[in-house]
């Protein structure tokens, strides 16, 4: 089993940066894939990004956030540039099965963070 822990999280204004981290304990995370999603107030928990055989992101992320990976830490990270008041979510780490597929789903991922804030003001 591995437990991700996420932080990084906070208020910030449109347009900055964050960099979210997600360090894991237990079973390296080399061996899982690794994959972000984010819940805003009322909504379902969506997608964002994920890291195992490839990397892929949700059409609304893509070329602003960066998942990365590293492995010698047991962590993995979401560089989030150019941010929009949209954004505004609890953002999740989640882990699973390395797969030839991109699970998008969170049901698809076996072991959660507990989340951390990210608020973006207009």
């Known amino acids: 089993q591995v437990q991700p822990v996420e932080s990084g999280g906070g208020l910030v204004q449109a347009g900055a940066s964050l960099r979210l981290s997600c360090v894991a304990s237990?079973?390296?995370?080399?061996?899982?894939?690794v994959a972000w999603f984010r819940q805003a107030p009322g909504k379902e928990r969506k997608f964002v990004a994920h890291s195992g055989w490839n990397t892929y992101y949700e059409d609304s992320v893509k070329g602003r956030f960066t998942i990365s990976r590293d492995n010698a830490k047991n962590a993995a990270f979401l560089q989030m540039n150019s941010l929009k008041p949209e954004d505004t979510a609890v953002y999740y780490c989640?882990?699973?099965?390395?797969?030839?597929?991109?699970?998008?789903?969170?049901?698809?991922?076996?072991?959660w963070g507990q989340g951390t804030q990210v608020t973006v003001s207009s």
């Open positions: 989640a882990a699973g099965r390395l797969t030839t597929y991109i699970p998008t789903m969170p049901h698809e991922y076996d072991y």
């Open positions: 237990g079973r390296t995370f080399n061996t899982y894939a």
